[in-house]
């Protein structure tokens, strides 16, 4: 109301607001997505550790800078990164276990938890307010796009960065969910016909 009707909220407004957050969080936790989300994108950051290990372990080729790239990691931190994962505690099946991240450089764990911040941002889609446009974010933009921000930030963060790397696991991503969607489109017909 504020920012439509341009007064500033008053303190009792404000107490409202506060508490209809809280209420808000609280919801998320009893509801299980905030579990369930963080439960996802730890896992989601353990596969990506492990993929890089095994990556560093057989040396990292041009395909794997320019994603160490999109992840804003250059050459030479890529490098690092990789000579300080080979270090990493493993069990006798390959699996990192822990990488020690108290023994390395302050620089290098924080470019590295940066990386893991975004992927894992990604790979489990969570809205932030750096992915939308500033009218997004407003009151007005809240209410006019109400509970499709989700799809809204979906097209750049997924679909147009998968678009723009043009590679064969981009390609057979793409097709994986096309024929799953179309496989779950078909048993809905089948079960509506019944």
């Not at 800078?65 to 994962?85: C, H, I, P, V, W």
């Not at 911040?117 to 809240?142: A, C």
């Amino acid at each position: 109301a504020g920012e439509v009707l341009g007064q500033q909220f008053s303190p009792g407004q404000q107490r409202v607001l506060g508490g209809l957050e809280r209420l808000k969080q609280a919801t998320s936790v009893i509801s299980g997505m905030t579990p369930i989300t963080i439960w996802m994108q730890r896992l989601a950051s353990k596969a990506a550790v492990q993929n890089i290990y095994d990556k560093a372990k057989r040396g990292f080729t041009p395909e794997d800078y320019r994603n160490f790239r999109e992840m804003s990691l250059d050459k030479e931190t890529a490098d690092k990164l990789g000579d300080q994962l080979k270090k990493a505690t493993v069990n006798e099946r390959g699996v990192v276990l822990s990488t020690g991240l108290d023994n390395w450089d302050p620089q290098l764990r924080e470019d590295f938890a940066n990386m893991l911040s975004r992927l894992t941002y990604r790979v489990i889609q969570e809205n932030d307010i750096g992915t939308m446009g500033m009218f997004m974010t407003s009151n007005v933009g809240k209410i006019l796009t109400q509970f499709r921000t989700f799809m809204l930030v979906s097209w750049p963060k997924q679909t147009l960065h998968m678009a723009h790397r043009k590679d064969m696991m981009t390609f057979n991503a793409f097709m994986a969910t096309t024929f799953l969607g179309g496989l779950a489109y078909l048993a809905q017909t089948g079960i509506k016909g019944l």
